[in-house]
């Protein structure tokens, strides 16, 4: 699986779009990029995943460039419940992987 | 909620000791992975499952064991016990109706005393 490459932490205020970068520039194209939040001590939670194509749900927004070789993952409004550590994974598509967890970003959304 | 349960929640035991901890996968998911996760540190993988085999192996120590039931549940066992297994430790499951998408639990805390 390609590497990935995330700020080590981020902040934010309350209420504006979180934008957390993730750089994979070695992604192959069967690979796609997946994004999960693991809140203190909970279990990482999945947000979304993409191919190439932008990617919305009800969480969040996916921004992929056109080389595939960076990302955005965007939280629209962010709210304190936001405050996480942000993983960014690139992995094959379908079949058996093992999620390698980084350190990711540490994003804080502040009052 | 993911749909993947782990029990205990929290586990105090003594050095020397061996636990069981549980966990059942999303309806439908034949993977059932486990990670460890200390203090402050990332996550560690350990073990995979998929329907029954060991699919692929981590940094898992001998003292640990896993399995995986023809129900598809899965058990960790940690045996002789030290300081330093003291830790989170997360299941995750994953299966094709979630197009292979992994879901994690919200772990087991376990003391080690």
């Known amino acids: 699986d390609a590497k990935t490459t995330q700020p080590p932490s981020m902040d934010c205020a309350e209420g504006r779009a979180a934008n957390l970068p993730c750089n994979h520039s070695t992604i192959s194209g069967n690979e796609y990029v997946y994004w999960y939040r693991q809140i203190h001590s909970q279990g990482p939670q999945y947000i979304i995943h993409g191919l190439k194509n932008n990617e919305t749900n009800e969480m969040a927004s996916l921004i992929i460039t056109e080389d595939r070789k960076s990302s955005t993952l965007i939280l629209p409004h962010a709210t304190l419940r936001d405050t996480a550590v942000y993983y960014c994974?690139?992995?094959?598509?379908?079949?058996?992987?093992?999620?390698?967890f980084g350190r990711g970003t540490s994003l804080i959304v502040h009052p | 909620d993911s749909g993947v349960t782990q029990t205990p929640k929290h586990l105090i035991t003594a050095t020397g000791q061996r636990v069981t901890l549980r966990c059942s996968p999303r309806s439908g998911d034949l993977s059932v992975y486990w990670y460890q996760q200390s203090l402050d540190q990332g996550l560690q993988f350990l073990i995979q499952?998929?329907?029954?085999?060991?699919?692929a192996k981590g940094n898992i120590l001998e003292r640990f064991s896993a399995q995986q039931f023809p129900d598809l549940h899965s058990e960790l066992n940690l045996s002789s016990l030290e300081l330093g297994d003291s830790a989170l430790y997360f299941c995750?499951?994953?299966?094709?109706?979630?197009?292979?998408?992994?879901?994690f639990g919200e772990g087991s805390w376990l003391t080690v005393v």
């Open positions: 995750a499951s994953s299966g094709e109706v979630s197009g292979n998408t992994i879901y």
């Open positions: 994974i690139v992995r094959v598509a379908g079949g058996s992987y093992i999620p390698t």
């Open positions: 499952y998929y329907n029954g085999e060991e699919r």
